[in-house]
């Protein structure tokens, strides 16, 4: 059976009150400068804008976590484009202890990637509360960067390395995965029976 992933969500936070809520004022700015940094161009705007169907988007998060840091804000830059973007965040505890019965530790267990616990992760809901898509906790991008950083460029012709502007692959890479969604409610049989379309 499916796990139901819409309790969670209806008691999520959006992102301001998840950073007034779970962190501290350093952790705040950390968050508040990519935030300041993120800017989408005109054509992910209107791709953005053209959303039709409603989704609910659910991020297992830690405040304290870099990946989160530099991924979250692209989420909201998104989320601020567009109503059909609902937003939601359950904040993980950096220790973290597989006993405890929150929301996050709960989550986690659920979203494990690779094993573990990793933030941040995605979860993609239809309007009424059915999984579409699952994805964290960094892009291929980040990947890229990360090896290359490791062990020098990831590949020997220099074809996939890092790209020059991280933030700017992240934006790109993170959009398909909200598109694809979006794509995916609006051409579903059901939904559309569900809202009376043609």
């Known amino acids: 059976m499916a796990f139901d992933f819409k309790p969670f969500f209806n008691q999520a936070l959006p992102y301001n009150p998840l950073l007034r809520q779970c962190a501290t004022a350093e952790q705040r700015q950390r968050w508040q400068n990519v935030y300041d ?62 006993t405890a019965s929150d929301a996050g530790t709960h989550l986690a267990g659920q979203l494990s990637i690779c094993g573990g616990p990793r933030v941040p992760v995605l979860v993609f809901l239809s309007q009424d509360g059915f999984e579409c898509e699952r994805f964290g906790e960094r892009t291929l991008a980040t990947y890229r960067s990360k090896v290359a950083a490791m062990q020098g460029a990831s ?33 579903s049989p059901r939904l559309i029976r569900l809202n009376g379309e043609a």
């Open 37 to 98: 940094s993120v800017t989408l161009t005109p054509e992910q705007k209107s791709l953005l804008q053209s959303f039709r169907r409603k989704m609910d988007v659910l991020c297992l998060v830690g405040v304290w976590c870099g990946d989160c840091v530099n991924a979250c804000p692209i989420f909201q830059r998104f989320a601020e484009l567009t109503d059909k973007i609902d937003l939601r965040f359950v904040n993980r505890e950096q220790k973290f202890d597989p």
């Open 155 to 187: 590949c020997s012709t220099g074809l996939f390395g890092p790209p020059a502007d991280l933030l700017q692959a992240n934006i790109a890479e993170w959009l398909t995965h909200f598109e694809r969604v979006q794509l995916m409610l609006q051409t």
